[in-house]
Each structure stands twice: as structure tokens, then as C-alpha cells.
């Protein structure tokens, strides 16, 4: 995908040896020689390091500069990834691998607003936007997961589930109410929304009304659905998808205020 240009589109300017910094093109030091060497153009003229351009209008090598928006994507993560940044010990694979690799070098840092355990699958939002990142792990919006169970129901799961009565094995407070929605009694697939984010919360909620997961999927954040996009791939969140999570991903502008430098602790690990 190449953003190429927009007219509505309302960003600040920016240093051009600061955008090619911080879309993890190259370090500040060497932004000058890249510049040079690949042919760094604004609206097809040559302009210096210095000059404050949109980034919009940047070509490099005679092609429009690739993904040079700020960042916010949907993904349909695999089984076996970790969404943590930090390299793993024990050698699990990283979300993080599934996207380009320049997006690891971008300032302010691409994010996953909250988390899924290894072995869990489906929708995550990731932005560099650290702001919208707290917004969408807030509690303002269910996130839906599509479960496969071991055992079969009791047929009680949807009042326990909305009762926010729950109190999961070694706490004391109780769960907020959730959803719990039968989609096949018979093969035992559920659908459960939460309205926030404790440590692999839908297992433990589960087990207390004695069942077991064999397989989560996050299908749905909010209003925004992960739809049919592949196991393993991403792509951009769309204008209606962000306002449909209050934020107009066309007027974010944080190139030029960096706010989200490090990771958020989240600890949502369903």
C-alpha cells in the first residue's frame, strides 16, 4: 500500500531529516547522507534537511514514500506469538515480526493496545498513537471473543457471566459484567465480551463455571470487527473503523509531539 496523497488529510509540517528519522529510514546522524543517496524529494525538488515539508508529498527514488502517515493498524494474530516488543527468552516468535521491519525503527513506537496470550488468536489494534492506545485498553469498549469449549453448558453461563459477580481464583474483587452468548450449544462455541482487561481473563471466568477453553479468538473491539482478514496478516484501520473508536486517524499529527516512547505495561492477556 502507498499513501500518495490527501487533501483532507491536516498534518503539521515537519523537518525532513526528522520524518526520515522517524519513520526508521535511518538514524538523525545519517539522515543528510540518505537524503542524498536516494534520491529524497519534495513535490519532485530537491529541498534540505532543514526544510519543513507534509509528509504527503515525499518521494524517494521517484516513487511516493511508503506508509508515510502515522501508524494504526488491525492484525489477526497467529497461535504461538507474543505480543510483547521485548525479544523473547525462551524463543517465541513476535507479532512485532509480522510487520515491516521499519516500522520496529518508528518514533513514537508502534504499540499493541493490549495484549493476547501465545496461544490465543485474532484482533489486535497496534498505533503510535499512545494516547488512542489508553483510550481503546480504558473499558469503554467490550472486546468480544469467539470461544471453543471442552465441556458443555449449563445453560446458566449468560446470567453468571452479566451478574458481575465472578470472582476469579485469588482475588477478591469481582469481574465486571460480561456477555456470554451461545453460537452452537452443541459443538460448544460461545461468544463472550468483556469490558476490561484481567490477567487471561476469559479462561479463568470460565473455569469458574467449571469449563475449560480449547481455543479464543478476539474477533470484535468496539463497533470494529476483525472481519476476514487472514490469520497472520494486517492492515491499515480505516477513517470510519478509528471514529467508530473516537479517534479521526486523519487529523492525528504526533510526528512532531512525541508522546509514546515506551511500552505500555499492560498486563491483558486473555
Avoid at 500518495?4 to 547522507?33: A, Q
Avoid at 495484549?115 to 485474532?122: H, M, N, P, S, V
Amino acid at each position: 500500500l502507498q499513501v500518495t496523497g490527501s487533501s483532507e488529510y491536516n498534518m503539521s509540517l515537519i523537518r525532513l531529516d526528522r520524518l526520515v528519522t522517524n519513520l526508521g529510514l535511518c538514524s538523525r546522524k545519517d539522515s543528510k547522507v540518505f537524503i542524498d543517496r536516494n534520491k529524497v524529494r519534495v513535490k519532485g525538488k530537491r529541498v534540505s534537511k532543514s526544510t519543513k515539508i507534509n509528509p504527503l508529498h515525499v518521494s524517494i527514488k521517484d516513487k511516493p514514500l511508503q506508509y508515510p502517515l502515522p501508524l494504526n493498524i488491525i492484525m489477526h494474530k497467529p497461535v504461538g506469538y507474543v505480543c510483547t516488543r521485548e525479544r523473547d527468552i525462551h524463543g517465541n516468535k513476535n507479532i512485532y515480526d509480522l510487520l515491516p521491519k521499519t516500522f520496529l525503527l518508528r518514533k513514537p513506537l508502534l504499540i499493541s493496545a493490549g495484549r493476547l496470550d501465545k496461544y490465543a488468536t485474532g484482533m489486535l489494534i497496534l498505533s503510535q498513537d499512545g494516547r488512542f492506545v489508553n483510550h481503546l485498553t480504558s473499558g469503554l469498549f467490550g472486546k468480544t471473543y469467539l470461544v471453543h469449549l471442552s465441556e458443555p453448558l449449563f445453560g446458566n453461563e449468560a446470567e453468571v457471566f452479566g451478574s458481575g459477580k465472578i470472582i476469579l481464583k485469588d482475588e477478591s474483587k469481582p469481574c465486571k459484567p460480561a456477555r456470554f452468548e451461545v453460537v452452537d450449544e452443541l459443538k460448544k462455541i460461545v461468544l463472550i465480551t468483556l469490558y476490561e482487561g484481567k490477567y487471561h481473563q476469559v479462561r479463568r471466568m470460565l473455569a469458574a463455571v467449571n469449563n475449560k477453553v480449547l481455543h479464543i479468538k478476539r474477533v470484535k473491539l468496539g463497533d470494529v470487527e476483525l472481519g476476514d482478514l487472514p490469520e497472520g496478516n494486517w492492515r491499515h484501520l480505516t477513517r470510519e473503523e478509528g471514529a467508530r473508536l473516537g479517534v479521526d486517524i486523519e487529523t492525528q499529527d504526533f510526528y512532531t509531539n512525541q508522546h509514546n516512547e515506551t511500552e505500555l505495561n499492560s498486563k491483558e492477556e486473555i
